[in-house]
């Protein structure tokens, strides 16, 4: 089991750029921040690899956020972050960390064996 808990959202307004934090209790080899737009299915935006081999920051972005969002990490202290900039409305979603302990870089829903509660992050114009 791993635990993963996320702190960071809130209420922002449009063109705002807040960072959500995750922090995940035992290794894992990737954490992405996945996002739930209403009405629209759970999506993978930003992932990178968190395992034990020493390589330069692997990242994956969804189209969406590419160049918008950056995900990075302190591996040491178990902590991913994703920094949000030029926030619209339509960013509007409950965001999640998931953790994969598979060998294989997804952003699909489907391959994340675990998920933290999720942090709502709402942008008003």
């Known amino acids: 089991q791993v635990e993963l808990v996320e702190s960071g959202g809130g209420s922002v307004q449009a063109g705002g750029s807040p960072t959500l934090s995750c922090q995940y209790m035992?290794?894992?080899?990737?954490i992405t921040w996945c996002r739930q737009i209403p009405g629209k299915y759970r999506e993978g935006v930003a992932s990178?690899?968190?395992?034990?081999?020493?390589?330069?920051?692997?990242?994956l972005y969804a189209a969406s956020v590419n160049g918008r969002f950056t995900i990075s990490q302190e591996n040491a202290k178990k902590m991913v972050y994703l920094q949000m900039n030029s926030l619209q409305p339509e960013d509007t979603a409950m965001y999640y960390c998931?953790?994969?302990?598979?060998?294989?870089?997804?952003?699909?829903?489907?391959?994340?064996?675990?998920w933290g509660q999720g942090i709502q992050v709402t942008v008003s114009t």
């Open positions: 998931a953790a994969r302990v598979g060998v294989q870089h997804s952003l699909r829903r489907e391959d994340f064996e675990y």
């Open positions: 990178i690899y968190t395992g034990a081999i020493k390589t330069p920051s692997i990242s």
């Open positions: 035992r290794a894992v080899n990737y």
